[in-house]
């Protein structure tokens, strides 16, 4: 049988995928083949960066060696992992470029890919005027405000439009036990239903109002005091040509 040949350490884009699994969250483990390829030449930290996100945001982690040989992203990874939401049944995408950077890509049980909010869409968003006049009114803890880049999956037809909201977001505010919630921008509102941990009817009508399209982001952020049975969302979208509207 001929000898199965190795990539060259210094080859980029080398690939691979893994599943979150039960134990993945402490650390992950790489896959065997990808140990070959640096057999010898391991890293003893990896820098990790989200898809998309340039190279401001980026993750120290340490890389595990046990004594089967076996690699596993250590210390910092749980971080990274928490940072990104990441859940069980997720499906991440890695991509080395040869100089111990691994590029993630997060697709999460809807199969679509999660984006996340960039540092620099953080701080555009922080200079607009428009912005600085809504913090007066809504609430700054951090399980009070979430962030959604659109993609197809909040597209389909009218009656399967959805939103997912993020699970932290959806214990902090006992969405569990609402019906419903207020959706509120450009000085309108829209009430969306909750089913399950995400926005539904009513969700349609609010893409259509406000004319958004795939690859818009979103900001949700709580309006304080809205402790009723509607809680009420303040939203302020990035549009694709960096202008915001809220």
């Not at 993945?24 to 390829?37: G, H, I, N, Q, T």
């Not at 003893?44 to 993750?59: D, H, I, T, Y």
Request: a neutral charge.
């Amino acid at each position: 049988m001929e000898e199965e040949k190795a990539f060259p350490i210094d080859s980029s884009g080398f690939e691979f995928f893994i599943i979150m699994l039960s134990k993945s969250l402490k650390k992950l483990r790489l896959p065997d083949k990808f140990a070959k390829v640096l057999a010898g030449r391991e890293p003893r930290e990896v820098k990790l960066r989200e898809a998309g996100s340039g190279r401001r945001s980026l993750w120290d982690v340490k890389v595990v060696l046990d004594a089967d040989g076996h690699m596993y992203l250590g210390r910092g990874w749980e971080q990274f992992a928490r940072a990104h939401d990441l859940r069980l049944g997720y499906f991440l995408v890695f991509s080395f470029d040869g100089d111990a950077v691994l590029t993630v890509k997060v697709f999460d049980m809807s199969m679509c890919r999660r984006h996340y909010q960039r540092d620099d869409d953080a701080s555009s968003g922080s200079s607009s005027d428009s912005s600085s006049s809504a913090e007066t009114e809504v609430d700054d803890a951090p399980t009070s405000q979430f962030t959604i880049r659109l993609s197809g999956c909040n597209f389909l037809e009218k009656q399967q439009q959805y939103l997912n909201v993020p699970l932290e977001f959806h214990e902090a505010h006992g969405y569990a036990q609402r019906s419903k919630v207020l959706l509120r921008m450009s000085g309108k509102s829209w009430p969306v239903t909750l089913k399950h941990t995400a926005f539904r009817y009513g969700w349609h009508q609010f893409l259509v109002d406000n004319r958004l399209t795939v690859g818009d982001t979103c900001f949700f952020r709580a309006l304080r005091g809205s402790d009723g049975e509607d809680h009420e969302l303040k939203v302020q979208v990035r549009k694709l040509d960096g202008s915001f509207v809220e």
